[in-house]
């Protein structure tokens, strides 16, 4: 063929540029599903742990909320020291309580003889 004229396409080398614009494509669509897959398994993973956060601050409040109603150490103290005061008003009532069993002994002993007494004088 003469100058200017055009040449036969060669069908080849189109094939292999096809080919290779192909193999690109496949590559990049593979890619990007790998990274389309780990970021949805990124975001799922966030999501868990997001609820995980949240019921931990919940517990932490209700925990910090039980605390804030727990007495000091300084008001427990206070509490031994009225309870060991509180024993020993109640050792010195038992020992006021026997006085009065005593008593009270003597006098049904004494119930006792005086009913007898008036029983046998009839």
């Given at each position: 063929?003469?100058?200017?004229?055009?040449?036969?396409?060669?069908?080849?080398?189109?094939?292999?540029?096809?080919?290779?614009?192909?193999?690109?494509?496949?590559?990049?669509?593979?890619?990007?599903?790998?990274?389309?897959?780990?970021?949805?398994?990124?975001?799922?993973?966030?999501?868990?742990?997001?609820?995980?956060?949240?019921?931990?601050?919940?517990?932490?409040?209700?925990?910090?909320?039980?605390?804030?109603?727990?007495?000091?150490?300084?008001?427990?103290?206070?509490?031994?020291a009225?309870?060991?005061?509180?024993?020993?008003?109640?050792?010195a009532?038992?020992?006021?309580?026997?006085?009065?069993k005593?008593?009270?002994?003597?006098?049904?002993?004494?119930?006792?003889?005086?009913?007898?007494?008036?029983?046998?004088?009839?």
């Amino acid at each position: 063929m003469g100058p200017g004229l055009m040449e036969p396409f060669n069908w080849d080398a189109a094939r292999l540029f096809f080919e290779i614009i192909i193999a690109v494509l496949a590559g990049g669509n593979i890619i990007y599903s790998v990274l389309a897959r780990r970021t949805q398994a990124t975001k799922e993973e966030l999501t868990k742990m997001d609820e995980r956060a949240v019921k931990l601050k919940l517990r932490v409040a209700k925990i910090e909320t039980e605390l804030d109603h727990t007495p000091t150490r300084d008001a427990l103290n206070a509490l031994t020291a009225k309870f060991s005061d509180l024993h020993g008003d109640m050792k010195a009532l038992n020992a006021k309580l026997e006085g009065i069993k005593d008593l009270q002994d003597v006098m049904r002993s004494q119930t006792t003889m005086i009913d007898r007494f008036l029983r046998e004088s009839k």
